[in-house]
Nanobody
Framework: QVQLVESGGGLVQAGGSLRLSCAASGRTVSNYNVGWFRQASGKEREFVTRISLSGITDYSASVKGRFTISVDNAKNTAYLQMNSLRPEDTAVYSC?????????????????WGQGTQVTVSS
């Protein structure tokens, strides 16, 4: 099993930046496809981005060009760099990992989840 712990959330003004971290333990993160999802209050969890085992990335239309996913194998940590933040980006952000292939935009594909970190963007 792999355990995931997110950090780096907080309060930021619109237009600002944050970098979220997803520290993995128990197993090497490079053995997993990694995704980031978010859930705003009163809404369903939605796909943000993912990086596959082969390093291929994919982004939702709402964050493309503003967010970047990466993995540092030496630190066994995945990151989500978020730039040009908007109030509508406010949500709890969670990282997830799976050893399986499939539609990596779907939450059901992921086996392991972190507890989430709150991101609040003020206008």
């Amino acid at each position: 099993q792999v355990q995931l712990v997110e950090s780096g959330g907080g309060l930021v003004q619109a237009g600002g930046s944050l970098r979220l971290s997803c520290a993995a333990s128990g197993r090497t993160v490079s053995n997993y496809n990694v995704g980031w999802f978010r859930q705003a209050s009163g809404k369903e969890r939605e796909f943000v981005t993912r990086i596959s085992l082969s390093g291929i990335t994919d982004y939702s239309a709402s964050v493309k060009g503003r967010f970047t996913i990466s993995v540092d194998n030496a630190k066994n940590t995945a990151y989500l760099q978020m730039n040009s933040l908007r109030p509508e980006d406010t949500a709890v952000y969670s990282c997830a990992a799976t050893p399986y292939s499939g539609d990596l935009q779907r939450t059901g594909v992921y086996t392991y989840w972190g507890q989430g970190t709150q991101v609040t963007v003020s206008s």
